[in-house]
């Protein structure tokens, strides 16, 4: 199963509900061990399923340019592979043990962390197996093979070269190093092949001695089990784990905002895209995680994501009649200290003299009318869009499916921590037009931002002249890695 937690884009958009597979409300369960490891229990009554997982705060977010790439060699070490696909002898053989299967997890922006899942009846064992496979003495371990941190090197590079070829890398590595100029690291789980291989096992050890530990951490268990049984095996499993310094305890210096010094028109000719098709995008540097907008920015992108939505409507209407516009879509990936957010659309540009055109055309619809009406008037929201926005966060997974439970839990504690699970629905609840207008005053009309379009190579050659003209940026593998 590919990773979900390695994807570019870390969507902060839930459709939460707090009702289990039979019907009944869910109660979580959520505290905190001695040694600061934080546990959250979800029980999916009569699911017939169990899912479990470890997080910890930190990814390529807290990398410096002399260390990019690190949390990956981590993760190739301790699984001998990629944590979705675990290698030989171990930890492959203690999971096969347990049977378990589903595996996700690895590197992301904002994190470093495994889950899967597993029969209910082997509980016991998938705590103790979650425990061991990042216990200080497995890590002490792994990091004390040179042939393992060779071979873990070499994959990491050869993850690296890939991404030197993979479209979406490309874009993604090239809007990061735009809006985050400053820092681009800090989006790059995968790092340069100069710090990969300047790594050793010293400069690993003391990486993980600062992030990977208890009080960084969260263990998390949904599915068809009793919350007094879990527990002491929880407590049990995890004893021996010494807290330490808070590793945050010097925050993060906030990337600038805005990311840009002016608007900013980029294009790629990008091989994916369909002939005729063009993709475009608009992405801000966002609020970060802690600020008083991130609520309220979550609670706009499911306003705005409706396809009845008035920008859909507006982007119908004002879009050139024969590009059939798609519903907007908005992301919004949160981070301590390197947030961003994004509203794009796919068009048709079959016939179209001039794609550049579409461009400007989609820039000024959202951001000089759509989002300077949403500042300047506080009913561009309906009652009932904030009504149906907000009853869609509720604090529990949905259906009874524990795996999506364990990943939605993953990404609130992430948030919020464990307080996050008593106060983010009231939080959103709370929200009104006033937060929403004060959010687009701050991020849109007080901010810059990157106009992208996506276009197939055939399509950019025969309109280069019109972007060019226009004054767009190309992207391309050449020049899209902060490393080159």
Excluded: C
């Amino acid at each position: 199963m590919k990773s979900k937690f390695i994807a570019p884009i870390l969507y902060i958009l839930f459709t939460l509900a707090s009702l289990s597979a039979n019907g009944t409300e869910s109660p979580l369960t959520a505290y905190t061990l001695d040694n600061g490891l934080d546990v959250v229990l979800l029980p999916l009554s009569g699911s017939g399923e169990l899912s479990m997982g470890i997080v910890f705060r930190g990814g390529a977010e807290v990398q410096t340019s002399a260390n990019a790439g690190y949390f990956s060699l981590l993760e190739q070490l301790l699984f001998r592979g990629r944590a979705s696909e675990p290698g030989e002898p171990e930890p492959a053989g203690a999971l096969e043990a347990l049977e378990a299967s589903a595996f996700d997890g690895g590197v992301g922006s904002d994190r470093f962390g495994f889950a899967f899942s597993l029969s209910p009846g082997f509980l016991d064992q998938g705590v103790n197996t979650l425990s061991y496979l990042f216990s200080g003495l497995r890590l002490e371990t792994a990091l004390a093979d040179p042939s393992a941190l060779e071979e873990a090197k070499n994959a990491a590079i050869a993850r690296q070269e890939a991404a030197k070829s993979d479209p979406a890398e490309i874009y993604e590595y090239a809007l990061a190093k735009k809006l985050f100029s400053s820092a681009p690291w800090r989006l790059d789980a995968i790092g340069s092949e100069k710090t990969l291989k300047e790594a050793s096992s010293t400069s690993l050890k003391a990486l993980s001695s600062r992030w990977l530990v208890p009080n960084n951490a969260a263990i998390l268990v949904a599915g068809d089990f009793e919350v007094e049984a879990a527990k002491p095996l929880i407590s049990s499993a995890f004893a021996s784990w010494k807290k330490i310094d808070d590793p945050w305890k010097t925050p993060l210096g906030a990337l600038p905002k805005p990311g840009v010094t002016r608007p900013t028109l980029m294009v790629y000719p990008d091989p994916t895209q369909r002939i005729g098709y063009a993709a475009l995008e608009m992405r801000y540097r966002g609020p970060d995680i802690g600020s008083p907008r991130s609520a309220a920015i979550r609670l706009w992108a499911q306003m705005l994501s409706q396809s009845d939505s008035r920008l859909a409507k507006a982007l119908a209407k004002g879009m050139p009649k024969t590009s059939a516009s798609s519903t907007p879509k908005v992301r919004y990936q949160a981070a301590r200290s390197s947030s961003w957010f994004s509203l794009s659309t796919t068009i048709v540009i079959q016939g179209m003299a001039n794609p550049a055109d579409a461009v400007l055309a989609f820039k000024e619809i959202v951001r000089g009318t759509e989002m300077y009406a949403m500042k300047t008037n506080p009913g561009y929201f309906s009652d009932i869009e904030y009504k149906n926005a907000k009853a869609s966060f509720e604090p529990f997974p949905n259906h009874g499916n524990s795996q999506l439970a364990v990943s939605h839990l993953m990404d609130l504690w992430l948030l919020d921590g464990i307080k996050g699970f008593q106060t983010g629905k009231k939080t959103i609840q709370a929200l009104g037009s006033k937060d929403i207008t004060s959010f687009a005053d701050e991020y849109f009309m007080k901010n810059l931002e990157i106009v992208s379009i996506r276009l197939n190579p055939e399509d950019y050659a025969a309109k280069k002249k019109n972007f060019d003209n226009y004054g767009f940026e190309l992207i391309s593998p050449q020049n899209a890695f902060w490393w080159k």
